[in-house]
Antibody
């Protein structure tokens, strides 16, 4: 059974940093790209980062570029999201999602349960 | 304002059929596959349709997808109260940044009357 479990969320002040982790199981982790998708309270979904199966390629939307970095440890089946210079508008539930491909052609076939990140001023 | 445009809400009676549209452009829907996601209240999104019209195993054939030009459509037949959820379309966009970017529509709330 495919599972992703996020951890590392919580309350942080504006300008602070937080590192999210996503532990995956039930599939050949290094063969798949992974992404993080967030959802602000009462709002829609926003993709915030992706990483290839090898970890050699990463991509971000302009809204988080330069502040967020994504990495993975294929020996531990874990993907990370390092979030720096956090803003109130980064407050959201962050979901880890398994990607069927890297970049064009991708879609998210499994999702974690999500972890709440709250940024206060 | 999302680059992919969905109606905020649609409604229909149990047993009826409903369609949800997703409108984009040549840099996203026009040249890439579309997927659809269902988010029940308080839960994570779930993949319903991928590569425009394919259903993952376990998704009933009441759910269907199609794409024409720069628009995509999700269809749901035989509506059930358990289908009340928010539905999101998603696709890749090649114009929003140098390396490309994944996009979601704004979401459509399905109300089963």
């Amino acid at each position: 059974e495919v599972q992703m479990v996020e951890s590392g969320g919580g309350l942080v002040q504006t300008g602070g940093s937080l590192r999210l982790s996503c532990a995956a199981s039930g599939f050949s982790f290094s063969n798949y790209a992974m992404s993080w998708v967030r959802q602000a309270p009462g709002k829609g979904l926003e993709w915030v980062s992706g990483i290839s199966g090898s970890g050699g390629a990463t991509y971000f939307p302009d809204s988080v570029k330069g502040r967020f970095t994504i990495s993975r440890d294929n020996s531990k089946n874990t993907v990370f999201l390092q979030m720096n210079s956090l803003r109130v508008e980064d407050t959201a539930i962050y979901y880890c999602a398994k990607d069927q491909a890297y970049g064009s052609g991708s879609f998210f076939d499994y999702w974690g349960q999500g972890i709440l990140v709250t940024v206060s001023s | 304002q999302s680059v992919l445009t969905q109606p905020p809400s649609v409604s229909a009676a149990p047993g009826q059929k409903v369609t949800i549209s997703c409108s984009g452009s040549s840099s996203n829907i026009g040249n890439n596959y579309v997927s659809w996601y269902q988010q029940l209240p308080g839960t994570a999104p779930k993949l319903l349709i991928y590569e425009n019209n394919k259903r993952p195993s376990g998704i009933p054939d009441r759910f269907s997808g199609s794409k024409s030009g720069t628009s995509a459509t999700l269809g749901i037949t035989g509506l059930q109260t358990g289908d009340e959820a928010i539905y999101y379309c998603g696709t890749w966009d090649s114009s929003l940044s140098v390396s490309g970017s994944w996009l979601f529509g704004g979401g459509t709330k399905l109300i089963v009357l």
